[in-house]
């Protein structure tokens, strides 16, 4: 009995050791795939279907598992283009324009950013609205800078946002601009707004919209007057929307 329960104990050993040690390997011979099995003193060779997928694919290499899993990790750079309008008592007296973004961008986290962006723009004022003769040309030139956060909506591959932050900004106006009451200086904004952003084949892509509360701004009689979370407000705001390329280093 003693002699038995051994061997039988042996003969186990000897099974898990050679499952330990079996691999599993691809091989093709003469444009057959076949995988291979081997251990402790065998060796079978079994054909694979034609549809089965590699086995012998190497591990993804570490920059690889890097660039899928934490894209958006760094420092970023961005440029865009877009469209710039107001809102409030401007919304019928200033036309839509064009717009651009400069963004400079510190993730430490694929969830948290801080940015700091340069945007301008320039539209043209509605004259017949005021009853004047004028054309559709630059009528007012805006250039700004900001700080934001933002806030990514899950650490996905496709990933929403919210962003919020202050900036300044200044209005150069046309002379003819001024006939309709219309004023060049400094102003202070609020952002706040959101979009979304992904990496295409290496660029990161960025598409987000903001609207701006403007406090202590004179472009326009209105522009001050009320109290919007303790600072001078009036009854006009700016929005825009721009799409916006780079890369994340």
């Known amino acids: 009995m003693r002699r038995s329960s051994v061997l039988a104990a042996a003969v186990a050993a000897m099974v898990w050791a050679t499952a330990a040690r079996a691999?599993?390997?691809?091989?093709?011979?003469?444009?057959?795939r076949y995988v291979s099995m081997q251990g402790y003193g065998f060796q079978q060779s079994y054909p694979l279907p034609s549809d089965t997928p590699p086995m012998n694919l190497p591990p993804a290499s570490r920059e690889e598992r890097k660039d899928?899993?934490?894209?958006?990790?760094?420092?970023?750079?961005?440029?865009?283009?877009?469209?710039?309008?107001?809102?409030?008592?401007?919304a019928p007296r200033v036309n839509v324009g064009p717009a651009w973004n400069v963004i400079f961008g510190v993730h430490p986290?694929?969830?948290?950013?801080?940015?700091?962006?340069?945007?301008?723009?320039?539209n043209s004022i509605k004259y017949?609205?005021?009853?004047?003769?004028?054309?559709?040309?630059?009528?007012?030139?805006r250039n700004g800078g900001q700080a934001n956060v933002t806030f990514g909506l899950g650490p996905w591959a496709l990933q929403p946002f919210v962003l919020a932050g202050a900036g300044a900004n200044y209005y150069s106006v046309s002379d003819a601009a001024r006939s309709a009451g219309f004023s060049s200086g400094?102003?202070?904004y609020i952002p706040v707004g959101g979009g979304?952003?992904?990496?295409?084949?290496?660029?990161?892509?960025?598409?987000?919209?903001?609207?701006?509360?403007?406090?202590?701004?004179?472009?326009?009689?209105?522009?001050?007057g009320q109290d919007t979370l303790g600072l001078s407000t009036g009854n006009y705001g700016r929005w825009n929307a721009t799409l916006n390329v780079g890369g994340t280093f």
């Not at 986290?109 to 320039?122: C, D, L, N, Q, R």
């Open 23 to 32: 691999q599993d390997q691809e091989v093709s011979v003469g444009g057959t």
């Open 68 to 90: 899928t899993e934490s894209w958006s990790h760094g420092a970023s750079i961005l440029v865009g283009g877009g469209v710039e309008g107001y809102t409030g008592s401007l």
């Open 109 to 122: 986290s694929s969830v948290f950013g801080i940015e700091f962006t340069y945007s301008g723009a320039i």
């Open 128 to 141: 017949t609205n005021f009853g004047l003769p004028g054309g559709n040309g630059v009528d007012i030139f």
């Open 186 to 188: 400094w102003a202070g």
């Open 196 to 224: 979304i952003r992904g990496r295409i084949h290496g660029v990161t892509v960025d598409i987000r919209g903001s609207w701006d509360l403007p406090f202590s701004d004179h472009l326009y009689p209105g522009g001050t």
